[in-house]
């Protein structure tokens, strides 16, 4: 649909001020088909003098005649930014309006301060809908970012109108060739570039989308798991150093219930629920997406609970299990992999791996119900993380081959007819 063919409407309206009765701003409204903004004209007004028909104020007295001459002033502002937009030849956007009428309009903006502004917001929101982890990869995005404008520009910033599809192909090969980076992280910093970019055009900063034709890079990772036998060696071994037995057992507890690290580090007694079943479940929002997890509890974590119920690290915190730090965690399952025989790289995110795959979908657990104890929001995610092992597929086929030869053989059988003589 072009500019020209989009229904564009405004109207001035009161809007009450901090919950009080009496206090109300006049606002202008802004309608480009289904986006909408709102614009505060910094003045206020008596509901009881003011025509919500007409967005103007009523009567013929010389404040109500100085208020609507404002408000027509601002309206014929608001034409004059929308054809001057529609002139230039560029999207018009509710928010480009606002910010031409501003006086903003303008104004240059620069990648990196854009970006520093951006993950400064994240910051604050914390705890509120984002978690550590996003704002450090953020963070971590703006230095890729700044080394590479050095690095490609020789520039401490670039203005945002400047940014062009061979900026981020550009980008991408820095990322791979000069930091060596793999193809999925380097894709989640694109990701990360790309939605503050597309941002910085809804808000009519950018003209051009520069990522149109570009596709983000993503390879299936292969990620480890434990398996049965792995599994098995685990729960068996006993370790003298209270340090390796904790760490082991706080392992072995995600290995059954799925928990991230920073899941299970702030579980606690009142994460613990009766399921529809009349058993023990745990119900958790994820700290990463905050989505909702609920999963009834296996014999082997309830064993674990139990016996972690009066270390003083539960008993003095209310937490659920005594958790070690992240660091220290992943340093000791080094030591425990070690004493275990184990050749591959074990983090406590493995246990996240092994619960999808050697615990539950190979045991014939549907992959919906994984996805929905894992918390992801898509089932996609699973299919990702959560494999297939071979002996489940080698059971499903023998299954198959033998129903096959039980109708083969069913086929073969002569129907003898009963002799009536």
């Excluded at 028909?53 to 005649?65: I, L, Q, Y």
């Excluded at 434990?226 to 995600?254: H, N």
Aim: with cysteine.
């Amino acid at each position: 649909m072009s500019t020209l063919n989009k229904r564009f409407s405004l109207f001035f309206y009161l809007k009450k001020q901090n919950n009080s009765k009496r206090d109300f701003a006049v606002y202008l409204r802004l309608v480009l088909d289904t986006k909408r903004t709102e614009i505060c004209t910094k003045r206020k007004w008596e509901p009881s003098r003011w025509d919500n028909a007409t967005g103007r104020a009523k009567g013929t007295k010389e404040d109500a005649k100085i208020m609507n001459a404002f408000l027509d002033l601002i309206q014929a502002k608001v034409y004059e930014a929308h054809h001057e937009i529609i002139a230039s030849g560029k999207m018009v956007s509710c928010e480009l309006i606002k910010n031409k009428i501003a006086g903003i309009g303008d104004k240059q903006y620069k990648l990196l301060e854009v970006v520093e502004q951006h993950n400064q917001e994240i910051l604050q929101l914390i705890g509120k809908g984002y978690c550590k982890g996003t704002w450090t990869k953020y963070n971590t995005t703006l230095t890729h970012l700044r080394n590479f404008l050095h690095w490609k520009y020789k520039l401490s910033d670039i203005n945002i109108k400047d940014i062009k599809y061979s900026f981020v192909t550009d980008f991408e090969f820095y990322l791979k060739s000069e930091k060596n980076i793999d193809t999925n992280t380097n894709g989640k910093y694109i990701k990360n570039l790309k939605k503050i970019i597309h941002e910085c055009q809804a808000k009519g900063w950018l003209e051009k989308d520069p990522f149109i034709g570009f596709k983000v890079k993503h390879k299936d990772a292969d990620i480890p798991h434990l398996s049965d036998a792995e599994l098995k060696i685990l729960e068996e071994k006993e370790f003298e150093i209270e340090r390796l037995e904790q760490v082991k057992d706080i392992f072995l507890f995600s290995c059954y219930t799925g928990f991230a690290y920073a899941d299970a580090a702030k579980l606690t007694q009142t994460n613990i629920e009766i399921g529809i079943d009349g058993k023990k479940w745990i119900s958790k929002n994820r700290e990463k997406t905050n989505v909702s997890s609920r999963i009834p509890l296996l014999p082997q974590a309830l064993a674990i609970m139990e016996k972690y119920k009066d270390h003083p690290n539960v008993s003095n915190s209310g937490k659920l299990l005594p958790v070690l730090s992240n660091q220290k965690v992943n340093s000791y399952l080094k030591e425990i992999a070690d004493s275990c025989g184990f050749q591959k790289n074990i983090t406590f995110h493995v246990a996240r791996h092994t619960f999808a795959t050697t615990v539950t979908l190979s045991n014939g657990v549907p992959i919906d119900s994984v996805s929905k104890m894992l918390g992801h929001k898509k089932i996609t995610t699973t299919q990702i993380y959560a494999k297939i092992l071979d002996n489940k597929v080698s059971a499903d086929m023998n299954a198959l081959q033998s129903k096959l030869i039980e109708k083969k053989s069913a086929g073969n059988l002569k129907v003898v007819k009963p002799d009536i003589n």
